[in-house]
């Protein structure tokens, strides 16, 4: 006989010998085994802590890489504009003026011309459609304009802030604006910055050196924004004011506008700020981008925006 088939006779005789009272306990086993194989309460609830606690230490890190992509899409819109300001004054031999109106100050209220420095640009951001269809004699606020003044730019829109459009939806938004003046004052002619009323200004009429002075910043809108067309507070700022003064809700992904402070007017413009952690960031005059911390001196931060002040700005700040 085959070994293996003897073998397994034998196991068939031995098996048929076994009582049923021993099998069904061997069965009993079995399924007792199984049971005890399971997790018990106390164990799923120490997995379930510990993924918590992980998900926990993830979490802020995650945001602060979404914060960093943010960012460095911001910087982008600003190296555009930046670039867009210098092919603008290659083709017209000086910077465009900050706000094309009769005459000055500027008062941030929808009536006169107010056509922005941002409307000036738009053929150099690749927007030629929203710049064939803007009447720049007619002015900003008129109705034949008012298409035109709805359109939501995306350069013009910095990623942390998430809105794009003002309260009633008349007015397209912008994150970015003009550099005036080196304190509060209103918009007009005799201003120190680089855009301000009617202004030409070429790159040799920067004294401090366009690495030195501020020509567009980040900011957040007011309550009542008139957009990114008109030539108001709108599009302008100052630094007369620390950075980011004006943001009590700093780091407010999504935010409303703000409000104005008390006492301020139709002349009063208001400072830089951003919804990024520390400060905001800064196109300077020779195109590159910088981030510019809420700390800054005072007269530094001053002297960054004002073209032609005398300051030796020779370290690297």
């Given at each position: 006989?085959?070994?293996?088939?003897?073998?397994?006779?034998?196991?068939?005789?031995?098996?048929?010998?076994?009582?049923?009272?021993?099998?069904?306990?061997?069965?009993?086993?079995?399924?007792?085994?199984?049971?005890?194989?399971?997790?018990?309460?106390?164990?799923?609830?120490?997995?379930?802590?510990?993924?918590?606690?992980?998900?926990?230490?993830?979490?802020?890190?995650?945001?602060?890489?979404r914060e960093a992509a943010r960012r460095m899409s911001c910087q982008n819109n600003l190296a555009q504009l930046g670039l867009a300001s210098h092919n603008f004054e290659f083709s017209h031999e000086h910077l465009a003026a900050g706000v094309i109106n009769p005459d000055g100050p500027i008062r941030s209220e929808p009536v006169g011309q107010h056509v922005s420095f941002l409307v000036q640009l738009l053929r150099y951001i690749e927007q030629q459609g929203i710049a064939d269809n803007f009447d720049v004699d007619a002015g900003?606020?008129?109705?034949?304009?008012?298409?035109?003044?709805?359109?939501?730019?995306?350069?013009?829109?910095?990623?942390?802030?998430?809105?794009?459009?003002?309260?009633?939806?008349?007015?397209?938004l912008s994150n970015y604006a003009g550099c005036?003046?080196?304190?509060?004052?209103?918009?007009?002619?005799?201003?120190?910055?680089?855009?301000?009323?009617?202004?030409?200004?070429?790159?040799?009429?920067?004294?401090?050196?366009?690495?030195?002075t501020i020509l567009i910043g980040e900011i957040l809108p007011f309550v009542n924004s008139l957009g990114?067309?008109?030539?108001?507070?709108?599009?302008?700022?100052?630094?007369?004011?620390?950075?980011?003064?004006?943001?009590?809700?700093?780091?407010?992904?999504?935010?409303?506008e703000l409000e104005l402070p008390p006492g301020a007017d139709q002349l009063w413009v208001g400072g830089f700020g951003s919804n990024h952690p520390g400060g905001a960031q800064f196109c300077f005059a020779d195109g590159s981008v910088r981030f510019l911390s809420e700390t800054i001196d005072p007269d530094l931060y001053a002297n960054l925006a004002n073209r032609a002040d005398g300051a030796m700005m020779g370290r690297d700040w």
């Open positions: 006989m085959n070994p293996l088939t003897h073998f397994r006779s034998e196991v068939i005789t031995a098996a048929r010998r076994v009582p049923e009272s021993h099998a069904r306990c061997f069965c009993y086993r079995i399924r007792f085994r199984r049971i005890k194989s399971g997790f018990t309460l106390v164990e799923l609830l120490v997995v379930i802590a510990i993924i918590g606690v992980l998900v926990g230490l993830l979490l802020p890190a995650v945001q602060a890489a900003t606020y008129a109705a034949k304009n008012a298409p035109a003044r709805q359109q939501i730019i995306g350069t013009l829109i910095c990623p942390s802030y998430g809105r794009s459009t003002n309260e009633d939806q008349s007015a397209g005036h003046h080196h304190e509060e004052v209103p918009i007009d002619a005799d201003n120190s910055g680089l855009l301000f009323l009617n202004s030409r200004i070429r790159y040799g009429e920067i004294y401090d050196g366009s690495s030195n990114w067309a008109s030539g108001t507070r709108a599009t302008l700022r100052n630094t007369g004011h620390r950075i980011n003064v004006h943001n009590p809700r700093l780091g407010g992904y999504g935010q409303a």
